[in-house]
């Protein structure tokens, strides 16, 4: 060892505290946390986005029951483009999913202490994408009450069973275990906040609401001994699933042999594009939230600075994806593949390519920059160019590889209709209102893990 | 204050677990059923008939054939429901004053075919061909049960796909020869498995393609 590598090496500092200063004891957290929900006053800007949310959830109602009237024409699916904005949309949300499963059951197995603050939200905001995503395919069959049977396996006196062979049985299974363990993962959680609340509650409707949600929680030994090893087990059986079911719908596409879609760097790009999108839309709710509730002390700067951190990971995995796809189809030197990214780069959908990669590539280089990473402005801005680059990432996948196939004589383009984009501000819409719902009525962050953060509650040496 | 939920609540949350899983397995249950009921798919249930027409005193009683009045059972995918002029071959000579018939002698007067309501009646997008299961050694009697024991018409079967392809995944177990298919009385062998066999290799069906969707709903 040379006696310059020593002189270089850097002093170790320790990483800031999880929690900022004005949090000391276990009653301010649970006093701040409580506040926000046990309380006559709810802030007008809150007002403001629940009625936006509804109003689009409206929309959405009259988008879907038109499409029930009338049949999925009224989008603009047609031959050869019968994936549309159904499935880009699907995949979007289910995407925006995995930010929560991955901070809640890989962040917990990794000990990594800083995900406290935000894993309840992250959860919740798993929860209700899930849920847009799960509409898209429901609506698309056209007739939602007769998909349970073409899709869900039972034994109907019709003696026959969907198709195990394709993949679009593989993701029924994989998106509804996905959201039944997201949802208990979840309401387990947030029992022992739900029992603060239930004492904590003066009126005696929120006590018996709270109550009943508390189910009997007494907070004994016996209870929080079972509690941590359910929260372990089901953080076991969710981290398998942030890589399981992103994959299992990349598969809808390249189990296929359309070009563009029969790829098999598809599942691992396919997940880090889930984890990309799904921090980017937790930064896009949690930096107003924090701000509109006074939670700076919870989640601080270097909760941001962390996520910004995954973000740029995460994209830079897409990136190289990406490369991968123009790579193969050079190595390939199948005609239909090369055909397939030149069509996507300088085709009809040129201009969405150029974009996706201006999104997903260029402007969140910027996340390099420590500064840019510790204001929320950046972030905002940089969530949101993430959250468009990966609407366009599946919609260029999606779209451009349907519309310009092997047969140049079916080729056509697709153009969206006024009902694709009403179904998709109306998904969009249900979940503004269905979080800022949680947000007013559920335990946001997870008090009795915060409290494992102050000093002395902290059991490691 | 005292909690509104004492501990005698803690049994609630027991039975929940329990209850909750039995109630969705029966709920589960009875949905996956409703369509196997006799009650859903008529199975022996007669209907109203403009007249109460009795295969038992025809086919048993007078031992007419069934191709008498269903003539086309064996070159079309229809049977054959009768011209109000086949019944009149007889009943213009015998129970020409009976009131029950006065329905068919209206018909015959008229020109308006009698109106039956239909007992075997399949989805439209099933395309059931009865001239191929004649052909192939189906008896009357396989589908349509003893109907020289029925008084009035019911079904005797579901008609559920289920029902069809018991017999389309293993022809053996139900083919017959073919000179036994319009008889009602005929007892399977008890090697009807094997039989079966024999006959369906002789007949030439081609069950490799049996359950092909393409064979019902074309």
């Known amino acids: ?461 | 204050m005292p909690q509104i939920f004492g501990r005698s609540f803690n049994w609630f949350a027991n039975v929940s677990i329990v209850g909750g899983i039995a109630g969705a397995s029966l709920l589960l249950g009875i949905l996956l059923n409703i369509n196997r009921l006799d009650y859903v798919s008529h199975v022996g249930m007669p209907k109203d008939q403009p007249v109460p027409f009795s295969h038992k005193h025809h086919v048993a009683g007078m031992g007419i054939d069934c191709r008498y009045c269903h003539t086309t059972v064996e070159e079309s995918a229809f049977a054959g429901i009768p011209p109000t002029e086949t019944c009149m071959s007889c009943h213009s000579l015998i129970w020409t004053e009976a009131p029950m018939l006065e329905p068919v002698r209206a018909s015959f007067r008229d020109e308006m075919p009698l109106q039956w309501t239909r007992i075997h009646d399949l989805p439209d997008f099933v395309y059931f061909k009865h001239d191929i299961h004649i052909a192939q050694g189906i008896g009357c009697q396989t589908c349509h049960g003893n109907v020289d024991a029925m008084p009035l018409m019911w079904k005797a079967q579901t008609l559920n796909m289920e029902w069809c392809l018991e017999c389309h995944r293993a022809p053996q177990d139900f083919i017959r020869p073919r000179e036994e298919v319009f008889n009602m009385n005929w007892v399977p062998p008890a090697n009807q498995s094997a039989a079966g066999m024999e006959l369906v290799k002789k007949y030439g069906v081609q069950t490799s393609q049996l359950t092909d969707c393409s064979v019902c709903h074309l």
């Not at chain 1, 509804?54 to 603009?76: C, D, R």
């Not at chain 1, 898209?136 to 069973?161: C, D, E, K, Q």
């Not at chain 1, 204001?375 to 999606?398: D, P």
């Open chain 1, 1 to 461: 060892m040379s006696e310059s590598s020593t002189s270089t090496r850097q002093q170790y500092t320790p990483p800031p505290p999880e929690l900022g200063p004005g949090q000391t004891s276990h009653t301010s957290i649970t006093e701040k946390i409580t506040s926000i929900v046990l309380t006559p006053h709810t802030p007008y800007q809150w007002f403001i986005v629940v009625l936006i949310g509804l109003m689009l959830v409206g929309l959405l109602q009259v988008s879907i029951a038109y499409l029930l009237y009338e049949g999925i024409g009224i989008w603009g699916l047609n031959v050869p483009v019968g994936w549309g904005f159904a499935i880009i949309h699907f995949v979007w949300w289910i995407g925006i999913g995995h930010a929560g499963t991955l901070i809640s059951a890989i962040l917990l197995l990794f000990r990594q202490k800083w995900r406290t603050s935000i894993n309840r939200s992250a959860e919740a905001m798993t929860i209700f994408a899930v849920m847009c995503a799960g509409m898209f395919p429901l609506i698309h069959t056209g007739r939602p009450w007769l998909a349970a049977y073409w899709l869900f396996p039972y034994p109907n006196s019709m003696a026959v069973w969907p198709q195990f062979r394709s993949p679009l049985i593989w993701d029924v299974f994989a998106v509804s275990t996905y959201f039944t363990v997201s949802l208990v993962f979840w309401f387990l959680g947030m029992v022992p906040d739900l029992a603060s609340f239930r004492d904590r509650a003066k009126h005696r409707v929120t006590r018996v609401i709270y109550g009943v949600l508390a189910m009997g929680w007494r907070g004994s030994a016996v209870h929080w001994e079972r509690y941590e090893m359910t929260s372990l087990m089901l953080a076991g059986l969710a981290t398998p699933l942030v890589l399981s079911v992103h994959s299992v719908i990349s598969l809808d596409f390249s189990v296929s042999i359309l070009p563009g879609w029969h790829t098999t760097i598809f599942p691992p790009y396919f997940v880090a594009g889930a984890i990309y999108a799904g921090f980017a839309m937790v930064l896009l709710l949690l930096i107003p939230i924090r701000r509109l509730y006074g939670l700076q002390d919870f989640i601080t700067l270097r909760h941001l600075e962390n996520m910004g951190k995954v973000m740029l990971t995460a994209g830079l995995i897409v990136a190289y994806g990406y490369f991968m796809e123009q790579f193969i189809a050079w190595y390939s030197a199948s005609v239909y593949e090369g055909f397939m990214m030149q069509n996507r780069m300088f085709g009809d959908y040129g201009s969405f390519y150029w974009a996706l990669i201006l999104c997903n590539i260029a402007i969140p280089q910027f996340l390099w920059s420590k500064r840019v990473r510790r204001n929320t402005v950046w972030l905002m801005f940089i969530s949101f160019v993430i959250s468009v680059g990966m609407w366009l990432e599946r919609f260029v996948i999606v779209i451009t590889s349907l519309h310009a196939d092997f047969m140049p004589s079916s080729w056509d383009m697709f153009y969206p209709t006024f009902w694709d984009w009403a179904t998709y501000a109306g998904t969009i819409g249900f979940f503004l209102f269905a979080f800022f719902l949680f947000v007013r009525g559920m335990p946001v962050i997870a008090a009795h893990e915060i409290r494992t953060l102050l000093p002395f509650g902290k059991k490691e040496k």
